[in-house]
């Protein structure tokens, strides 16, 4: 025990249990240890997890406010009549009343239902007309037919074609929507009496005809169909 002193194996004893302490304080390595707290880096982890979020995030429309209208609901009105005409403000109208409504869409089923009014009206068929006009209309053209039957009359007609169709008013009227349309077409037609004397008319010539006729639609109505409820013919 010479070369230990007392204070030397104080000083060894204290070393011992100052380790002792220190490893229960900071543990030991395992190899699964964190890394250090890296501000930097815990800053950039959390800027990558909002982006990832933001990706998976789907933007959805903003919800309109009562009464406000779509930008895009009067986009094919605006292209097909100046916007603030009466003409305009009168489309707007029977689209409020009807969304599905188009403007030239209706102007194609308008041209249809012209030639076959026209054709029909020549050749008295009743049936066809009464899918088309209103019951006025109906009424005047059958009564013209009756009488042309009568006088053991024909029309000899030949549809030649539209030439041009212009909208010059629309407007509601109440849950009725009315379109009128200036229609100039091309046409032979020709009336032959009982023994196929032609009294009016020329079979060999075509004719420019102008006329003004109003279309109509119930938007309450679950039928799509538009019927002519007016006519109007000009020199």
Same mark, same amino acid.
């Given at each position: 025990m010479g070369f230990f002193d007392f204070g030397t194996i104080f /000083?060894? @004893?204290?070393a011992v249990v100052i380790f002792f302490q220190l490893r229960n304080v900071l543990g030991r390595r395992t190899g699964n240890e964190r890394p250090p707290f890296d501000p930097y880096s815990a800053s950039r982890t959390r800027e990558q997890e909002a982006a990832q979020k933001s990706e998976n995030v789907v933007s959805l429309p903003r919800k309109r406010m009562p009464g406000e209208t779509a930008p895009e609901t009067y986009a094919a009105i605006d292209a097909f009549a100046k916007p603030d005409s009466d003409l305009n403000k009168g489309l707007r109208a029977i689209k409020d009343? =009807?969304?599905s409504f188009d403007p030239k869409t209706f102007v194609d089923g308008a041209k249809m239902a012209?030639?076959? @009014?026209?054709?029909a009206f020549a050749d008295g068929d009743r049936k066809t007309l009464k899918n088309l006009l209103s019951r006025e209309v109906y009424d005047s053209f059958v009564a013209a037919i009756g009488e042309r039957e009568a006088k053991s009359e024909k029309i000899q007609s030949s549809f030649v074609g539209i030439d041009k169709v212009d909208v010059v008013a629309a407007e509601m009227k109440g849950t009725e929507a009315h379109i009128t349309l200036r229609i100039v077409s091309e046409l032979i037609s020709a009336t032959r009496d009982k023994v196929g004397a032609v009294i009016d008319g020329d079979p060999e010539k075509v004719a420019?005809?102008?006329d003004v006729?109003? /279309? /109509?639609? =119930?938007?309450r109505s679950r039928d799509p169909n538009w019927k002519l409820v007016a006519t109007e013919e000009e020199d």
């Open positions: /000083f060894l @004893i204290a009343n =009807d969304p012209y030639e076959m @009014i026209v054709m420019e005809v102008k006729w109003t /279309f /109509f639609r =119930d938007t």
